[in-house]
C-alpha cells in the first residue's frame, strides 16, 4: 500500500495565493506552515497507519460500550495531548484560536490520514462554535475547556428512524420536569454516539418541546452528556468508514439542558450543521487527493505494454492512463480552491447569504469529485484497484458516503434552486465572485452568462425543483471553472505551474 503523504504545499497554495488568504488579516502564512507541517507529520506518522486496522477490525459494541479497533485510543491520547482538539478553540478556554483557515487544511489532511477517526473528532470545532454562539457562560465554562483539552469528544443528534431530511417529523421529546429537562426517544446515524477514546461525551440533541404538530418551531437544542441513561442500543454495519462507530441511541428520560432559546433549536443546530458540511466537503478532497497520489505512484512504477518503439511502457504512458490520472489531479486541485475560496469569501465578506449559497456548492461538487477520484483510481489500476491491496477500493467505500450525510446532495441542490435564488439569497454575490474569479476569462465570462440566463428561468418558473439538480450541477460547474481560472492566474506560485497550466487547458 502507497503511504500517505500530506499535500501540504498543495493546501498552502491553495490557501494562500488561490483563495487569497493574504488579504486576511488575522492570516499569518508562516504559522499556518508550521501547524500544518506538524500535523502532516502526525498524521502521517500516527493516523495514516491506523486506517487500513480500523476498516479490517471495525469499532465494536462490547457488552453496551463501543470500543475502537487497536491503536486508535492511543493515538487519540497523544493527538489530545498535543493540543489538536482545541485548535480553534478560544485561548481563553485552553484552545489554539487558530483560524478556520488553517482548521481546514488539518482537517483535511486527518481525513486523507484516516477518515473515520476524523469523523469521531471533528464534530468537537462545531460544537465549539454553537456553545460560544448560543451557549451561557456557565455552559461555555463546564463544557468548552473539556472539548478543547480532548476530556470530551462530542455527537450531533438529529436523525431519527422516520425523520432524516424532514426534521419537523422528529418525535424525540424533551420535557422540563421543574429540576431541568429530560431527553426521551431514539436517535439514529449518530457518528461517535460512544467510543472509549474521550473520558466523556458531550451529545447535542435536537428535540420536540412542545406540540408534536408545531413542526421546526418545536425544535429546541440540548446538551446531553453521556450518562446511564442515554444507551447505544446498536451500532450499524456499514459500507464504509468501519473504525467510525455510527450508533443508535436511546434516551431514558436522560438529564440535559436547554442551549440558546425553546423553539429555536434549528438556528443553533445550523452553527454545527455548516461547519459540518464544509468539513464533508473537504473530505470529499482529501478523498480525491489521496485517490490521484496512489494512482500516480502505482502507474508511474507498473510496465504495462510497450511504446510505439517497441520498448516497455509505464502505465502512465498510455493516453488513456494519463487522462485518467490527469482528472483525479484536476478534481482535487479545483475542489479544494472551491473549498478555500468559500472560506475566505466568507472572512472577507461577513455575508451569511454567500455563506449559505456557497455552502451547498462545495459540499455537493467536492464529495461527488471524491467519489470521482476514487472510482478513476481503481480503474487506472485495474484488478489491483479492486482488491484493498493499495487501498484504493477502500476510498471508494468511506469517500461513498459524503453524498449522502449531513444533508444528501439532492437535498442541498434543491436549497440553491430555491432559497438561493430568493432576494437576498447570495445569486448575486455569487456571481460578483465568479466575475472577480474569472480574472478576464473568456470561457468562464460565457460560462457566467449563460449561468444567468437560466437563473432568470429558474427564478420565474413556478415550480424550479424538477430543474434543481441541473441547475445545482451548472451552477457548481461554474465554480469550479471559476476557481480554476484562479489557479491557472496564480499558478507561478506553486512549485509546478507548468502541471497546473496543462491542467487548466486540457
Known sequence: MT????????????????????????WDPELAGDILGHFAGFAERVIAPLNAVGDRQHAQLVDGRVRMPDGFVAAYAQLAQDGWQGLTAPAAFGGMGASPLIAAGVSE???????????????????????????????QN???????SGAALSTM????????????????????????????????????????????????????????????????????????????????????????????LRFDGAKAELIGTEGQGLQAMFTLMNHARIDVALQGVAHASRAADIAAAYAAQRIQGRQPHGSPALLNQHADVQRMLDDQRHLALGARAMCHIALVAVETADSPALCDFLTPLCKVFCSEAG??????????????????????????????????????????ERSIATRGLRAGGGADEFADLVTDLAHGSAPVLQRLADWQILRSA???????????????QQTANLFFAAAWARIDAVAENHNSPSELRRLHRR
Open 3 to 26: 503511504a500517505f503523504v500530506a499535500p501540504t504545499e498543495d493546501i498552502l497554495f491553495s490557501l494562500h495565493h488561490v483563495a487569497g488568504a493574504g488579504a486576511l488579516a488575522a
Open 157 to 248: 443528534c438529529l436523525t431519527e428512524a422516520q425523520a432524516g431530511s424532514d426534521l419537523s417529523a422528529i418525535r424525540c421529546r424533551a420535557e422540563n420536569t421543574g429540576d431541568g429537562w429530560r431527553i426521551t426517544g431514539e436517535k439514529i446515524f449518530i457518528s461517535g454516539g460512544d467510543q472509549d477514546m474521550s473520558a466523556e461525551i458531550l451529545h447535542l440533541v435536537l428535540a420536540r418541546s412542545s406540540a408534536a404538530n408545531a413542526g421546526m418551531n418545536g425544535l429546541s437544542l440540548y446538551m446531553c452528556p453521556a450518562q446511564p441513561d442515554v444507551s447505544v442500543t446498536r451500532i450499524e454495519e456499514k459500507m464504509g468508514l468501519h473504525a467510525s462507530p455510527t450508533c443508535q
Open 371 to 412: 467519489i470521482r477520484a476514487a472510482d478513476l483510481g481503481i480503474q487506472i489500476l485495474g484488478g489491483y484497484g479492486y482488491l484493498n491491496e493499495y487501498g484504493l477500493e477502500q476510498i471508494w467505500r468511506d469517500a461513498r458516503i459524503c453524498a449522502i450525510y449531513e444533508g444528501a446532495n439532492g437535498i442541498h
Open 109 to 139: 489532511l486527518f481525513s486523507g490520514a484516516n477518515h473515520a477517526m476524523q469523523m469521531v473528532c471533528n464534530l468537537v470545532p462545531g460544537a465549539i462554535a454553537t456553545l460560544m454562539k448560543y451557549g451561557t457562560a456557565a455552559q
Open 458 to 472: 429558474m427564478s420565474q418558473t413556478s415550480d424550479p425543483l424538477p430543474q434543481a439538480h441541473a441547475f445545482a
Open 142 to 148: 463546564a463544557w468548552i475547556p473539556k472539548l478543547a
